[in-house]
Each structure stands twice: as structure tokens, then as C-alpha cells.
């Protein structure tokens, strides 16, 4: 069975500046996507951005981008120019086609004024 | 923009009560998950339909939880009797039948078990 390991529970990042967030997997597929999803308190989950597990390059969305290494089964979010409304809990999930999302547990990221 | 429905958003049950919840995609979604979610975790499985027919259940307790998607639109996911160890919040999502297809999240029901 595929798992996702985030092994930061929390993470702070002052206000404009960048942070990236860990996420390793285990899986035996070659095709896949991985996926950061956030949560802010109080509110529902949101697609932050998505990566096909056959593309090479890193996917990116605005001031968000990720580290995509296949061989290592790692998958990292980095958040530049970090903003007081990226303050929320992010989680790192995995897909294979004709099965589900596999979320890791979540890391809570803090954004100081 | 369209959005999953989840109602009630919040509910409060004596243990050995019943209590269901409800959630209702976005329209031409065939996909449906129902997830539960333990404060401070990542959401886990409990069940997925692919249109009206069950994809997985197998991390549903079957003993005491029940889903259906009846007409392959909206949802229900019951609990009978509930215990203390119930209360979570439950997350129910949906997506397009395609490899990669985003999942869009309802904004959950938070259950307490007293």
C-alpha cells in the first residue's frame, strides 16, 4: 500500500520570505500524481498545486512551486513570499489512477508579521 | 463556482445514537470520496463510489458505518450506533473520472460523541 510521510508536524516562516515543506512517498508505480492540498482553520480543503509523476518538470503556480524528485519518491513545496494567508495546515497526498487520495499527515505552517 | 455541499456542518450525538451525513458533489462528478479526518491528521478513506457502484470500502467499519449513493448524485454516510472514538471531522470530495482529476472538498461535518 502507498504511503505519505510529511516529517515536519509544524513549520513557521516570517512574513515575504520562503519556506519549503517536505513530503516523501512510497509507492511501486511509475505513473502517478502527487498533489499539496491546504487547510486553512475552519474551512475546506483547496488544491495548491498538482504534479504528473511522467512530467520531469516541476510544476509551479504563482508563488507556489515544488521539488519533484521521482528517484527519491520526494515531492517538497516551497512558498515564496510568504503571506500572512498561506498560514494554514498543508498535506501531501499521492493518487493512482483507479484508486484514491493517500494523504500524509499534514504539516501546520505559521506565518509571523 | 460550483462547490460540494456537506450538511450539518456540525453535530453533537450521544454514544448509541444514530447520525448520518449527507454530502452533494459537484454536478458531473462521478467520483465521490467520504473521508474521515482526526484532528491534527491527514484524512483517511473511508469509501468511494465511482458513480453509484463502490470502488473501495474496505477501511469502512462496516459493523456500524453505511454509505450509499443511490441515484449516483448525492451521498448519505450513516453511523449506528456511534462511539466516542467516532468523533472527527467528515470530509467528503469528488472528481472527475479522469487519471490526475483534482478532488474538491466539501467543508466537512465536525461529529461529536458524548
Known amino acids: ?84 494567508g498561506d498560514a494554514a495546515m498543508y498535506f501531501c497526498a499521492y493518487y493512482n489512477y483507479g484508486q484514491n487520495f493517500v494523504f500524509g499527515p499534514g504539516t501546520r505552517l505559521s506565518v509571523l508579521p | ?37 482526526i484532528l491534527g491528521q491527514g484524512p483517511e478513506l473511508l469509501v468511494q463510489f465511482q458513480d453509484e457502484s463502490v470502488v473501495d470500502d474496505s477501511q469502512l467499519p462496516k459493523d456500524r458505518f453505511s454509505a450509499e449513493r443511490l441515484k449516483g448524485v448525492d451521498s448519505t454516510l450513516k453511523i449506528q450506533p456511534a462511539e466516542l472514538g467516532d468523533s472527527a471531522m467528515y470530509l467528503c470530495a469528488s472528481s472527475l473520472a479522469g487519471a490526475g482529476a483534482e478532488a474538491f472538498f466539501g467543508q466537512g461535518t465536525r461529529l461529536t460523541v458524548v
Open chain 1, 1 to 84: 500500500a502507498q504511503t505519505v510521510t510529511q516529517s515536519q508536524p509544524e513549520m513557521s516562516v516570517q512574513e515575504a520570505e520562503t519556506v519549503t515543506l517536505s513530503c516523501t512517498y512510497d509507492t511501486s508505480e511509475s505513473d502517478y500524481y502527487l498533489f499539496w492540498y491546504k487547510q486553512p482553520p475552519s474551512r475546506q480543503m483547496i488544491l495548491v498545486i498538482r504534479q504528473e509523476a511522467y512530467k520531469q518538470q516541476n510544476a509551479t503556480e504563482n508563488r507556489f512551486s515544488v521539488n519533484f524528485q521521482k528517484a527519491a519518491k520526494s515531492f517538497s513545496l516551497k512558498i515564496s513570499d510568504s503571506q500572512l
Open chain 2, 1 to 37: 463556482e460550483a462547490e460540494v455541499a456537506q450538511s450539518p456542518r456540525y453535530k453533537i450525538t450521544e454514544k448509541s445514537q444514530a447520525v448520518a451525513f449527507w454530502c452533494d458533489p459537484i454536478s458531473g462528478h462521478a467520483t465521490l470520496y467520504w473521508y474521515r479526518q
